[in-house]
C-alpha cells in the first residue's frame, strides 16, 4: 500500500529531523535511509529532501558540514541542532496527539 | 560504494552537475553537493547486480536527472533572497560594532600616515605617497566592512556560530559604549588645506586649494564613500521579511550611530593630531574647536553662538541626508539587481518563423 502524498507531505520535515536524530548523515544516505524505513508506503526522490534539508539548514534546525565520508569522499553532513531536537519533539507530541484523535474516531466509527 | 570513477566518469557528473546547476541556479555549495550526489548516485548504480558499466551508469544518472521537475522546490530556495534568523537589533548592533572597530582602524591609520609623513609634504600635497595613503584608507574602510558582513552572512548560510547572535543584550551594549570611547580617545588628524582635510572638505575646499589635479578627485570619491557606508548598512539590515521596515530600521540605527559618536567630541572636545607649519602636537581641542563646521561655512566659534547644539544639528541634518542618499541608491541597486536576476531566468529562444 502507497501513503497519501499529502499525508506523507505533511511530516517530511519530522521524518528528515528524526532521522538526522539518530546519526548525522549526507543527502543520498538520508534518502536511503528514508526510504528503507517506508518499507515501499512511499519513495522520496532528491527532489523532496534536499529542498527540505536546506530550508531546515536556514531555520537553524540543522547545521551542515563539508566532511569526509567512511567512502573517503567529500560530503555534506547534515547534523541536528538543539533547536531542532526541540522542533522534533514538538512535531511528535502534535503527531501523537492526531493519531490519538484518529484511532478514536476510528472506534467510534466501528462502534 | 568506495570504488573509484575514473577521470573521464568524474568529467561527465561534473559536467552534468553544471548543467543541472546552471538551469537551476544553483550557488558553488549547491553545486558541489548535486556532484557528490551524483557520484553517489552513479555508484549506486555500478555496484548494482547488474554490472553495468561507468558509461551506462553515467547515463542511468543523467536519465534519472533529466527531469525539468527533479529540483523545483530547491530552485525556489536559491532564487530567494537571502533572510536572518538573527533579530535586527543584533544584526544592527553587530554592525555598529563593526563600522566603529574599523573607523578606530582607520584614525589609527591616518595617524601613523601623519607621523611618518614630514610636514612640508603633507601641507602642499608632494609626492605620490601622502595622497595614496588617504585613498587607500578611505577604500579599505568600507572594503572591510563588507568582507566582514559578507562572510558573516556566509556563516549565518552555514548555520555556524555568529558572536553577535546569542550573546546578551547589556553585553552588545557595552561593546558598543566601548567601541565609542575608542573612537573617541583616538586622535583625529587635522591640519586645515593639507591632504588630512582633504576628506572632510573635498567638496567645499578642494577644487579651489588643490594644486594636484589627482587630487581633486576626491571631489568625487569623498562623497561616494561617504553614501557607502549607510548603503551597506541598509544592505545589511535588508534580511528580513519586512523590507521597508528593515530598510529604515537600517538606516535611522546609521544616523543614529553616526551622531552618537560625534557627540562627545562636539561638547566635551576630542584629542586632535595637529599637523602644524613648524611644529605636530597633539592638543585636546575644546568642543567649539574639535569640530570643522565653522571652518567649512567660513564661521568663526563665535558666530556658532558658543553652543554645540548647532553642530549637533548640522550632524544630524548631514547625517539624515546621507542615509536618504544611501536608501535612494540602495533601492535603484537592488531594482537593477533584481531586473538582471528576472531576464537572466528568461531562457531566450529563437521566434520560430
Known amino acids: 500500500m502507497k501513503l497519501d502524498k499529502e499525508l506523507v507531505g505533511a511530516s517530511t520535515s519530522l521524518l528528515v529531523l528524526s532521522t538526522l536524530a539518530r546519526e548525522a548523515t549526507y543527502g543520498y544516505r538520508l534518502i536511503k535511509a528514508i526510504n528503507k524505513e517506508a518499507d515501499g508506503l512511499f519513495e522520496w526522490q532528491e527532489g523532496t529532501v534536499y529542498p527540505i534539508l536546506h530550508k531546515l539548514e536556514k531555520e537553524g534546525l540543522v547545521r551542515a558540514q563539508w566532511q569526509t565520508a567512511d567512502t573517503g569522499r567529500r560530503r555534506k553532513y547534515y547534523y541536528i541542532t538543539a533547536g531542532g531536537r526541540e522542533a522534533l519533539g514538538q512535531g511528535v507530541e502534535q503527531w501523537e496527539r492526531w493519531h490519538g484523535m484518529v484511532m478514536k474516531l476510528g472506534e467510534a466509527r466501528n462502534g | ?353
Open chain 2, 1 to 353: 560504494m568506495d570504488k573509484k570513477l575514473s577521470s573521464e566518469t568524474e568529467a561527465a557528473l561534473r559536467k552534468l552537475a553544471r548543467e543541472i546547476g546552471n538551469s537551476r541556479g544553483l550557488d558553488d555549495d549547491a553545486q558541489e553537493e548535486l556532484y557528490g550526489h551524483l557520484e553517489d548516485k552513479t555508484l549506486g548504480y555500478l555496484s548494482g547486480e547488474d554490472g553495468i558499466t561507468e558509461a551506462d551508469a553515467v547515463l542511468l544518472t543523467r536519465e534519472h536527472f533529466g527531469d525539468p521537475g527533479a529540483f523545483p522546490e530547491a530552485d525556489a530556495q536559491v532564487q530567494a533572497p537571502f533572510r536572518s534568523s538573527v533579530s535586527l537589533p543584533r544584526r544592527l548592533a553587530a554592525v555598529a560594532v563593526l563600522t566603529l572597530a574599523v573607523g578606530a582602524a582607520a584614525s589609527i591609520a591616518r595617524l601613523i600616515a601623519a607621523l611618518s609623513m614630514d610636514t612640508e609634504s603633507a601641507i602642499n600635497y608632494l609626492g605620490p605617497r601622502g595622497w595614496s595613503l588617504i585613498w587607500i584608507v578611505m577604500a579599505l574602510q568600507a572594503a572591510c566592512i563588507l568582507f566582514m558582513l559578507n562572510r558573516w552572512k556566509a556563516r549565518e548560510r552555514r548555520s555556524q556560530q555568529l558572536w553577535y547572535a546569542n550573546r546578551a543584550p547589556s553585553f552588545l551594549a557595552m561593546v558598543l559604549f566601548g567601541m565609542t570611547i575608542i573612537v573617541w580617545c583616538i586622535p583625529e588628524v587635522r591640519l586645515e588645506h593639507s591632504i588630512f582635510a582633504a576628506q572632510h572638505e573635498a567638496l567645499i575646499f578642494s577644487m579651489v586649494r588643490m594644486p594636484n589635479p589627482i587630487l581633486r578627485t576626491f571631489v568625487v570619491i569623498a562623497p561616494v564613500v561617504s553614501v557607502l557606508f549607510p548603503v551597506l548598512w541598509i544592505w545589511w539590515g535588508d534580511c528580513e521579511s519586512v523590507r521597508v521596515r528593515s530598510i529604515v530600521a537600517a538606516a535611522v540605527a546609521w544616523v543614529g550611530t553616526s551622531i552618537t559618536v560625534s557627540i562627545p567630541s562636539m561638547l566635551y572636545g576630542s584629542p586632535v593630531f595637529v599637523v602644524g607649519d613648524s611644529t605636530s602636537r597633539i592638543e585636546i581641542l575644546p568642543a567649539m574647536d574639535a569640530g570643522a563646521v565653522h571652518q567649512a561655512f567660513g564661521l568663526t566659534p563665535e558666530d556658532v553662538a558658543g553652543t554645540a547644539l548647532a553642530m549637533i544639528v548640522l550632524r544630524t541634518v548631514y547625517a539624515v541626508a546621507l542615509a536618504v542618499t544611501g536608501a535612494v541608491v540602495y533601492s535603484l541597486i537592488s531594482l537593477a539587481s533584481r531586473t538582471v536576476r528576472h531576464y537572466g531566468r528568461i531562457r531566450w529562444r529563437p521566434v520560430a518563423r
